[in-house]
């Protein structure tokens, strides 16, 4: 996942730290925002809480990169309940 060679990411990372936002729900925020699907499904076996809010409100299903991400979310969900 190249999150973190992006310009301005580690600025971002530390604002949703400060916001006490356990560090894999920001991970999945970042990773539904790249449209990593194989990231996010990590993420969400290891226990990401997809409804985690950034600071602009927006949950990993808001920032879902696709449709068929926020669907695979959705659907991973689902599946675990």
């Known amino acids: 996942m190249g999150m973190l060679a ?3 990411t580690y600025d971002k990372m530390e604002a949703l730290l400060k916001q006490n936002i356990h560090p894999v729900d920001i991970l999945l925020l ?4 790249e449209g ?3 990231k996010i499904e990590e ?4 226990g990401a809480n997809y409804s985690v809010k950034d600071a602009d409100g ?4 808001d920032r879902a ?3 068929e991400i926020k669907d695979f979310i959705l659907g991973f969900s689902v599946q675990k309940a």
Do not use: F, I, N
Request: overall charge neutral.
């Open 30 to 33: 970042m990773a539904a925002s």
């Open 6 to 8: 992006v310009e301005g």
């Open 43 to 46: 993420l969400l076996r290891a």
């Open 36 to 38: 990593d699907l194989p």
């Open 58 to 61: 927006r949950t990993a299903l």
């Open 65 to 67: 990169s696709t449709p």
